[in-house]
């Protein structure tokens, strides 16, 4: 959630995102959606986004199953575990972190070009 305020994904900053670049408000909040895939505003959709964006990689597979054969030796699992855990977090809150911001620099490109249509339509007008 703190990635997705700061990245301007939140309500509160598309609107003000939205009214800075005279731009529609739910254009932009379904655009995030859409890009996302799922409507982040709570600590469970942002679980499905990682569960999501874990699933489309095709290392994931391979990881838990060396994860899981690690664990079956004592000693040496332990050792191996940990740093494995840490791999796999920081993999999964790299993939969530570069798709959110993929979709924060899409909002803005999206906005521009409306904006942009929106002045065109505008000065045709005159």
Partial sequence: MFYYTQLGLDEISLKDFARLMSTDYQQLKSHVSRCL???????????????????????????RFATEVIKLIPVFGALIGSPASFAGTYYALKLVLDKMESVALEVIQFAAKNTDDTEQSDSDDD
């Avoid at 409507?39 to 942002?46: L, M």
């Fill in 37 to 63: 895939g799922c409507d982040v505003n709570n600590d469970e959709a942002v679980m499905k986004l990682i569960q999501d964006s874990s699933d489309s990689s095709d290392s994931s597979d391979s990881s």
